[in-house]
């Protein structure tokens, strides 16, 4: 690191045309990725009349919060039924994301560590997975949730949440159990653990920050997930965010500043999320693809 | 095992190899005990749809979606596919969107990560603003745009108009001849902070002593990157670009709450042209049929995301 900086510093003096290059490529990306969610801010404390003006008002001249208000306040039914879908998507979200922690450790662990025969196939299998697209299954699985009377149930949504996050997730966590070393199993062994002990007691801490990293991303995948629960729900009290705002704009299709406002509560959990616990879940993304 | 050690006959030791398998497979009967869970809701939940949707391309389903009236019509769903013109807008809009969502995130993630690469204040802070756009949700992105390009109080609109570049809001999304490239910028900016996260680990693999010592031989930045940390690069991009490939092929949101493929199919690519078909108007048979056409190309594009991967793969055990 201190050779590397001394290098930088060295080559500083020089005028860079390259490095000159970058810093005007990054402004330019920041503002590609700012301005769309600055926009939205400012448009969500709008009033309706201060966001539809041309030339428009690039700072609100009366900021209000009027349409968080709405939004938030469980007495008016604009507030109820958001609030609802927020909790649907809460609730769904969670249980996905408890669930594909339980199954996808077990399976992760097993690919990492044993040499069962198909082992390879069967890891392809789930890889492939994430080729086809929700779009290919919907029919075919909607019948089947009609067959199990899942629909406009959220156990539709989880039990498919569930599914097509496991690829992915045991895929994470794999690479996870990768570089946790097979001696301290082995020394857990030797001390006279089982092999479920080394595994519930030596691993599963250890791959806590995998853990975590899956977990976040299963969350994040439900909470956005938008095909299957506009498919398979159409009761109102059942909808999850994605739709239930898709719905809102339908019936309020010039209530611009309220659309923001309820896309920006709609991101801040994840936003939130993602901040806090960016540093497990970037490393995990890139574990399997880095690698080699 | 020991079995075969003696022998050094050829199709005995296949055969024995062969029985190897087997014997393996039970000596590891409890490995399996672990990917049950997995499998067991996998099979319910991809395999059974996979092959309904083969079934369901062959046969004319009724709307209501009634299993019991369904007709079989051979292979005249596919036929009636091929032949229409919608067929081959949609496979084109499919194309040019495929081809540069994918090629302009790689490009902005690959620029992001190189710039991000070096020590600065506020780094941090940059690589975390730059990612925001991959995590929120691709409905509220697509609201956002939505509003972005409205045709009268959008601020796209605005800024030309106030530059003086248009006398009036253009009509970015609601004409033929923008809408597609207008989704594309809303795709690439949900899509390329993937890529450029994918890109900077990747950047954390190329040797420093390389670069210094390409410095010291006299090697300007650009051959800098071209030959030292390009190559590096190479594994993570494989990935990377398919990866994109394969999910901007299988987008589905954001056309469809932008625009719903209009104006007069413009902006319908194959997923939403599906969607469509299906839930739409109910013609599940040429739905189904479009899905296994899907499927197959899918396929193709699969067989090069397995052979990059398990390339990968070997150059990791020898390592």
Do not use: C
């Amino acid at each position: 690191m201190s050779t590397a900086s001394i290098v930088k510093t060295r080559a500083g003096k020089r005028i860079d045309a390259w490095r000159w290059g970058g810093r005007i490529f990054l402004v330019m990306m920041l503002l590609y990725t700012a301005v769309p969610m600055a926009w939205m801010l400012l448009t969500s404390i709008k009033s309706g009349f201060a966001a539809m003006q041309l030339p428009p008002q690039w700072f609100p001249n009366e900021p209000t919060l009027a349409s968080y208000e709405k939004l938030l306040d469980p007495t008016n039914s604009v507030g109820q039924d958001f609030l609802r879908f927020f909790w649907n998507s809460l609730f769904v979200s969670t249980t996905t994301t408890m669930l594909a922690v339980a199954v996808a450790v077990p399976a992760a662990y097993a690919f990492s560590r044993f040499d069962f025969p198909g082992r390879k196939f069967l890891f392809f299998a789930v890889l492939l997975r994430n080729m086809f697209p929700a779009v290919i299954f919907l029919v075919p699985l909607f019948i089947l949730m009609r067959l199990l009377g899942l629909v406009n149930t959220h156990g539709s949504l989880i039990l498919t949440y569930l599914t097509f996050g496991l690829p992915l997730a045991i895929w994470l966590l794999k690479g996870f159990y990768d570089n946790i070393p097979y001696q301290l199993e082995q020394a857990a062994r030797i001390d006279g653990a089982t092999r479920f002990q080394a595994f519930f007691l030596i691993v599963m801490p250890l791959s806590a920050p995998g853990i975590i990293a899956t977990a976040i991303y299963s969350f994040i995948g439900a909470w956005n997930e938008y095909i299957f629960a506009y498919t398979f729900l159409n009761k109102n009290e059942q909808l999850t965010l994605p739709v239930g705002i898709q719905r809102f704009f339908s019936e309020n299709t010039t209530d611009f500043p309220g659309l923001m406002a309820a896309s920006f509560i709609m991101s801040l959990p994840v936003v939130v999320l993602f901040l806090l616990l960016q540093r497990y879940f970037v490393r995990a993304l890139t574990e399997g693809a880095v690698k080699h | 095992m020991t079995m075969a050690t003696g022998l050094a006959d050829a199709p005995l030791e296949v055969k024995a190899r062969r029985f190897g398998f087997l014997r393996q497979a039970w000596t590891h009967r409890s490995d399996y005990l672990y990917v049950l869970p997995a499998i067991v809701v996998m099979l319910i939940v991809i395999a059974y749809p996979i092959y309904y949707t083969v079934e369901l391309s062959f046969f004319n389903t009724p709307p209501s979606l009634q299993l019991r009236d369904k007709e079989f019509v051979g292979i005249d769903n596919y036929a009636l596919i091929l032949r229409s013109d919608v067929f081959w807008r949609v496979t084109a809009n499919t194309f040019i969107w495929t081809l540069f969502s994918t090629v302009f995130a790689f490009i902005l993630g690959l620029g992001s990560a190189l710039a991000l690469n070096h020590e600065f204040f506020g780094r941090g802070i940059l690589r975390a603003i730059l990612i925001i756009p991959w995590v929120i949700s691709a409905v509220a992105a697509s609201y956002i745009w939505k509003w972005i390009y409205h045709s009268d109080f959008g601020l796209v609109g605005a800024v030309l108009v106030g530059l003086g570049l248009a006398e009036r809001p253009p009509n970015l999304i609601d004409s033929v001849g923008t809408v597609l490239p207008s989704l594309i910028v809303v795709n690439v900016w949900r899509e390329f902070p993937f890529a450029m996260i994918m890109l900077t680990a990747g950047l954390q693999t190329v040797p420093d002593q390389l670069l210094r010592a390409a410095k010291v031989d006299g090697a300007n930045a650009w051959q800098r990157f071209w030959h030292v940390t390009f190559p590096h690069l190479q594994g993570v991009s494989t990935v990377t670009i398919l990866l994109l490939a394969v999910s901007n092929f299988n987008s589905f949101i954001i056309p469809w709450i932008m625009t719903g493929g209009g104006p007069s199919n413009a902006s319908h690519i194959w997923i939403t042209h599906i969607y469509e078909l299906a839930f739409g108007r109910q013609r599940w048979g040429i739905a189904s049929a479009y899905s296994v056409l899907l499927f197959l190309i899918l396929m193709t594009l699969g067989y090069f995301y397995v052979r990059a991967l398990s390339g990968g793969e070997k150059k990791e055990r020898v390592a």
